[in-house]
């Protein structure tokens, strides 16, 4: 496809891609929509009337809200009437847009603009679908033998997280401080995390029609309510998990703050890089099971970015290495009735690879502390340092052009001294 706007080849907003996201301006300071666009934001607001479909015709407001859970509700034939027009409105062939006058007054250079969370996060939940993440930390703390627990490859495990501390990208994180457990055997202190770590992880937003309590979704008919993908750090302070997990899993060591990127990747857009859904042994139960492909080619990076600003890459990982899928996820969520609403997040978990420079999280690459992550200015890390800044990229590559997600970026500042 080709777009009257230019962009170079890699750029990760191609007419392919066109994500939503939620802009504001320094002139124009009021949250709206927006569409990516090489290095240009479409203004939404300012567009609503086009979508003049038989689905949208009557739901043009959608686009002038500063969210968009209402727009996530319609469900997918209105995303992909959007989508349609989106595309046909910035194509090269099309001059409705092209006007200069009307170029202004449209399009938001990206530079220009402040990106806040896409959507209001009713509820947020984290999964554990990795099967290299989930071995590695099995091995680390239990042993080769017995590293997956024994429900591990019949359900998709997961916490419920704490939405009120889901943040954009480009949000500074603290250092917390929290009780921690010096030496095995002894009392607990109260003192700063000490062992921070970030995790790779994609995460969905649900759309369409909310559900009621009492509801269910099977994995068959669960890819309708996937809205979208974004990047995800799961900030983690490993030491603090490591005390209070037991029995009832993680709280605070994870409640600190949860990044993700501002642009949201359609479903649509992601469809040209589907790749066959992970071997499951045993066979899931049958509403965790479905036939088609929702596991996909995005290759992840994450780099390390020190005050020196000597950015180093530390870890290349891929989605495609998930072993359960969003749709099992979103299954097994709502299987005993919990309901779901427009913008609630859902997270994959650490994504993994099986080499060591894919692992997703420092505890991995620095295997429990045995090992040193080498630096480009030829500094070490085993955990995040104060002032580190963590960015994680994802993108797939198609003929010619690439879909990307945009920078999921965040400082960790020091800790509080009270």
């Known amino acids: 496809m080709k777009s009257f706007i230019n962009y170079s080849p890699d750029c990760d907003f191609p007419i392919e891609n066109l994500p939503y996201g939620v802009f504001s301006t320094k002139n124009k300071p009021e949250k ?3 569409v990516a666009i090489g290095d240009e934001i479409l203004d939404l607001s300012a567009i609503a009337n086009y979508f003049d479909g038989p689905l949208l015709k009557d739901k043009q407001a959608v686009f002038r809200r500063d969210c968009l859970n209402d727009f996530m509700s319609l469900g997918r034939p209105a995303w992909l009437e959007a989508r349609s027009k989106l595309q046909e409105l910035l194509s090269a062939s099309n001059h409705t847009l092209q006007n200069s006058e009307i170029c202004s007054k449209v399009l938001v250079a990206q530079k220009d603009a402040m990106m806040h969370l896409p959507a209001k996060i009713g509820d947020y939940t984290d999964f554990y679908s990795s099967i290299h993440h989930a071995t590695n930390v099995g091995i680390m703390f239990r042993s080769k033998e017995n590293a997956l627990m024994p429900n591990w490859k019949y359900l998709p495990v997961g916490y419920h997280g704490r939405a009120s501390s889901v943040v954009v990208s480009g949000t500074p994180i603290r250092r917390p401080r929290g009780q921690i457990l010096p030496v095995e055997g002894a009392a607990p202190v109260f003192e700063q995390s000490k062992l921070m770590d970030f995790e790779l992880e994609m995460a969905f937003f649900i759309g369409g029609k909310p559900t009621n309590i009492g509801d269910t979704i099977p994995a068959s008919k669960a890819y309708d309510y996937i809205f979208g993908v974004v990047m995800m750090n799961d900030w983690s302070a490993r030491d603090i ?3 209070e997990y037991v029995p009832l899993g993680p709280f605070g060591s994870k409640n600190l703050g949860t990044t993700i990127s501002p642009w949201v990747v359609t479903m649509e857009a992601l469809e040209p ?3 066959p859904n992970a071997v499951q042994d045993p066979i899931p139960f049958p509403y965790l099971q479905h036939s088609e492909s929702c596991n996909f080619d995005v290759k992840l ?3 390390i970015k020190p005050s020196n600003g000597i950015v180093t890459t530390i870890c290349r990982s891929n989605y495609k290495h998930m072993y359960w ?9 709502t299987v005993t009735g919990c309901n779901i609403n427009p913008g609630d997040l859902m997270a994959s978990g ?3 690879g099986e080499t060591p420079d894919s692992f997703g999280s420092m505890l991995e690459l620095c295997w429990k502390g045995t090992k040193n992550i080498l630096l480009k200015d030829g500094a070490t890390r085993k955990f995040l340092q104060d002032n580190d800044e963590v960015i994680i990229r994802g993108y797939c590559v198609g003929d010619g052009y690439r879909v990307g997600f945009g920078q999921c970026a965040g400082k960790l500042l020091p800790a509080h001294t009270e």
Not at 325 to 333: D, I, K, N, R, W
């Open 350 to 352: 650490t994504i993994s």
């Open 241 to 243: 998990q490591k005390w």
């Open 325 to 333: 899928t969003s749709q099992q996820q979103l299954a097994h969520h």
């Open 301 to 303: 990076e994450v780099d």
């Open 32 to 34: 709206r929509i927006g």
């Open 273 to 275: 890089f589907k790749v």
